[in-house]
DNA sequence: ATAATATTCGACAAACTGTAGAATGTCAAG
DNA sequence: CTTGACATTCTACAGTTTGTCGAATATTAT
């Protein structure tokens, strides 16, 4: 299976790089992420304020008027983040087919870093306790 | 959190439902699933007959001429997308936290479906076993 | 060869993302 | 209060993706 891009793609380039600084960072103002990104790549000020503004407006970052200039942080966590973003998509593909994205989900987490399938059993442990407490 | 459309879209409305279709019939004329379809909404033939073609650019279904007529085929099982998908989405996510996804992987899991917690936690033996093999 | 059918082409609209210059707003120093 | 310097917003365009079809073309059957 090819697709260039991949599915399920969650955010731009762009906005995924500010994400990140934001996250790395807790808070910066436009002209510190821009500082950032451009000692990687050439780019315009104006471009990152753009995406800083469209990312609020799908609020993914907050902006708070600062010392005369707005500061930006990050509306969640990078792990609350990476946890709603994979309930839905993971919602979406249990639909087509539980037992693919299930199988799916073991490999991808094997290869990447085996060692946490043992935490993934204690967080199943957990899970089916919880469940029965409310039962 | 919003975003109407749900983070990492998999596909579109009408990909979907094409796949579907194909998935639950084997295969089937461009007219057969416009048929299908065309009873839930109104809709062209030539739209179904376009994404049909863009969903056989992108890999997604095959194309035979049958008898005087193209038939198509999925090119995966839904379990074989289904587990491709989330292997791309799941390694993108991975990368963001791998700890918040496998949290919401759990939640969403028993959120849809509990029993397949126990179904997971074999998954993961048999993994764990498969990996000290190859050790 | 004609009429009926099937398939492909070309187009347009609406989102979404990247890109950035132009316009406008704000505030402090003179 | 005017002028700069800096901050913020506006407007715009390009490229991609998906949905949507009519028109043109090709194929088949009569």
Redesign the interface.
Known sequence: ???KE??????GRLEREILEVLWARQEATGKAIFAEIKSTREIALTTVLTVLERLWK??LVKKVKGDSVYVFRPA???????????????????E???????????????D???V??D???V??EN??KE?ERKR
Chains 1, 2 share one sequence.
Request: aromatic share 8%; with cysteine.
């Open positions: 299976m090819k697709s991949g599915f399920g793609k969650v955010l799908k609020g969640y966590t990078k792990e609350g983040f990476a946890r709603e973003v994979s309930g839905t998509v993971l919602k979406g593909i249990f087509i087919s539980k037992s693919g994205a299930c199988a799916s989900f073991i490999d991808t987490l094997a990447t870093d085996p946490e399938l935490r993934l059993t967080l199943i899970k089916k469940l």
